[in-house]
């Protein structure tokens, strides 16, 4: 137990049933091809996992330092698109992704430092149009430099070796699963993602996170104290944009591919923007909550909408409503009720029902 | 006359007007002559950048008011260009008779009467965005931003509910198709309409705010919300105007936008509110004058590097931004009380 509380930087979840449900998620994401075969439910998990990570980098921005920014999926491009032009330009092999990898972190380092430095003296809403406008630069950046990125088709790359999916890592099936490249790459982003994650929990929960905090709640009181507060939130950017461009590079070595719409796209800056949301601002064990489910109801949500949509087929108005197209309509409302109803989110509602508990 | 009622409009208490943003404007527009060669492709291109300047200018006004009296920065803002831009197809649709004509009188006709619709359709939308969405979050800014985010992508599915997510054509009537030649110069007739129209709401809301009670009311709400209070105006029912008119005038815009386009989608609003973002933070946030500046700089500029250097031009509005953040840090016409 002790042990368990060093390695979660002595932040539990402190709720039964979030406990409940993150062992779930853990033990189902870690023996996801065993459990869900197939190559959907495959990639389902390993979206999951690349989401964690961007998720919680934004949360470290958001939920715990304050601070709105729209720029998060540039840093998670750069991420991608590091890895994806190393792997074309230099051949793909543990190198490449090094380079790539290496290359990526400082570009996004250099950036954030340069907004952050730039824009964060001034006042949220203006950082926000900020980066609104620079996302918006690079996306088109990114699609205007096509002998370099692709432009909007995108780099398709080879992984290592040991990454790819023809490699087979044992003759015999292992529980009756085939260990080919592609699980390997799973365990590798797996692996990754926890270990990023308990980083953060790490950074939210030492004494530079309190700052962070105390920023957040009150940052001219944070000044006085002593603590300055431009030096604090430019770190806690430039930290984000590290982490991101890290899901990036972990999201690019899953698809093999990297393209505008996969990593740039400002409808996945919404996403993230509903994900910390509905999950939980400031917590990160939000992060995990609120991407499992999120990308769940992406996947299979449409599903079980098609499924009222049949019912609902002669109802002229409803069943426009609910057609599994609109599936963003029912989460943007989700979305506004709980900024009014429950700005903790999930996690925060979970902690609020046991402190009623009488235990 | 009209310097002195925008000095006035711009809300600054400054003793003299302050001319150099205007005429760095002036220096843009003539500084790129040299740079384009032919005279009459730079009149062309100069009235392309002032329509398309002024039609950002009636969407951004809004926003920019709204910011500079409540201090809310309504990140929904696209969703009530969209609405007026879905709006006009519909009614535009509807009234073939009169844009299929190839006279003038019942093509303008048509565009007044989608115009009109689009301004009521998006101030009632706007109303009850405000009443639902906006007015909970006062004074929150980190829930503002999110709030209304969120009612833009709720705002934007809807839309797709009712006219589908696919693109719509907003083809222009007859007789606003083509342009009208001056020697070599072309000038599109569809340019002219909207400048005229953007004249017009400028010229509406320099009034409106300079000579009126309610426009006085406003810019003194800018400038110190608590002492208009204390003098006993109800300061959130001025404030739910602004905002009414503030959506209606983006509806205004989408239809312009839209007709300009000649197409539209669910996600203008998405594509338009980068362009306004920058054009409010170029002017000053909350400055009516300054937004009118910033928007036909970044309209100018678009225009001229979108024929010098089309690669470039992508990124002249950033650059823009940029260069006069470097030079002024709180925008043009920076808004003192903030």
């Known amino acids: ?359 | 006359m009209n310097a002195v009622s925008a000095a006035a409009a711009s809300a600054i208490p400054e003793a003299g007007f302050d001319w150099r943003p205007i005429a760095l404007l002036a220096a843009l527009a003539l500084g790129a002559l040299p740079l384009v060669g032919s005279p009459s492709t730079w009149v062309t291109l100069t009235v392309a950048g002032l329509a398309m300047g002024l039609i950002v200018f009636i969407i951004a006004s809004g926003l920019t008011l709204v910011f500079g009296l409540m201090d809310v920065l309504n990140f929904g803002h696209g969703v009530f260009i969209a609405v007026g831009a879905f709006v006009a197809t519909s009614v535009m649709g509807g009234m073939a008779g009169w844009t299929m004509s190839p006279q003038l009188l019942p093509n303008l006709g048509a565009i007044f009467v989608a115009m009109l619709a689009a301004m009521t359709v998006a101030g009632a939308i706007g109303f009850a965005f405000e009443r639902v969405i906006v007015r909970p979050v006062y004074g929150q800014h980190l829930k503002q931003i999110l709030i209304t985010m969120g009612g833009m992508i709720v705002g934007e599915e809807i839309i797709k509910v009712i006219w589908g997510p696919q693109q719509i054509p907003l083809p222009l009537p007859e007789s606003l198709r083509g342009a009208f030649l001056f020697g070599d110069a072309a000038i599109e007739k569809y340019r002219v309409l909207a400048v005229v129209v953007g004249l017009l709401v400028f010229a509406a809301m320099l009034w409106v705010l300079g000579r009126t009670k309610v426009g006085l009311l406003v810019r003194a709400g800018v400038q110190d919300r608590e002492m208009v209070e204390s003098l006993g105006y109800r300061i959130e029912r001025l404030f739910t105007g602004v905002f009414v008119v503030g959506s209606a005038l983006a509806g205004l815009g989408g239809v312009l936008w839209g007709l300009y386009q000649q197409s539209v989608v669910p996600q203008i609003g998405a594509q338009v509110n980068v362009l306004i973002f920058i054009v409010i933070i170029i002017g000053g946030l909350g400055s009516t004058l300054g937004c009118f500046v910033g928007a036909l700089m970044v309209g100018l500029l678009a225009n001229y590097t979108g024929f010098l250097a089309p690669k470039v031009a992508l990124f002249s509005n950033i650059g823009l931004m940029v260069a006069v953040l470097l030079w002024r840090p709180q925008g043009l016409y920076p808004v003192t009380s903030r």
């Open chain 1, 1 to 359: 137990m002790n042990a368990l509380n060093r390695l979660l930087s002595h932040d539990l979840p402190k709720s039964r049933w979030l406990a409940a449900a993150l062992v779930l998620i853990v033990i189902a994401l870690a023996l996801a091809p065993f459990l869900f075969p197939g190559a959907k439910a495959l990639s389902v998990a390993a979206k999951m996992l690349v989401f964690i990570v961007l998720v919680a980098s934004f949360d470290l921005l958001l939920g715990y330092t304050g601070i709105v920014s729209f720029a998060h999926t540039m840093f998670f491009g750069i991420g991608a698109y590091g890895m994806a032009i190393a792997s074309t330009r230099l051949g793909e092999g543990w190198f490449a992704v090094a380079a790539g990898l290496a290359a990526a972190l400082a570009v996004s380092l250099l950036l954030s430092l340069v907004i952050g430095l730039f824009s964060l003296r001034v006042k949220a809403i203006f950082y926000a149009m900020i980066t609104l406008a620079v996302a918006a630069a690079f996306q088109t950046l990114a699609s205007q430099l096509s002998d370099f990125t692709g432009g909007e088709d995108g780099l398709s790359f080879k992984n290592p070796t040991l990454l790819s999916p023809s490699f087979e890592a044992l003759a015999e099936p292992l529980f009756g699963l085939a260990i080919d490249g592609k699980v390997i790459t799973y365990y590798l982003l797996f692996v990754a993602a926890a270990l990023l994650f308990l980083l953060m929990l790490r950074i939210v929960n030492s004494p530079f996170g309190r700052v962070l905090q105390a920023i957040r709640e009150n940052d001219f009181r944070a000044e006085a104290i002593g603590f300055r507060s431009v030096v604090y939130r430019t770190l806690s950017n430039v930290l984000a944009a590290l982490f991101a461009t890290v899901a990036g590079a972990l999201l690019a070595l899953w698809l093999r591919y990297t393209g505008p719409d996969t990593t740039l796209s400002f409808e996945i800056m919404l996403d993230i923007l509903l994900i910390v949301v509905i999950g939980g601002m400031g917590t990160l064990y939000g992060a995990i909550v609120g991407s499992v489910l999120f990308v769940l109801a992406q996947n299979y949500l449409q599903d079980l909408l098609k499924l009222g949509a049949t019912a609902l087929e002669g109802v002229p108005l409803l069943g426009a409503v609910v057609t599994p197209d609109r599936w963003l309509l029912w989460l943007g409302v989700l979305f506004v009720l709980s900024v009014y109803h429950f700005p903790t989110g999930i996690v925060g509602r979970l902690r609020a029902a046991r402190g009623a508990d009488p235990r």
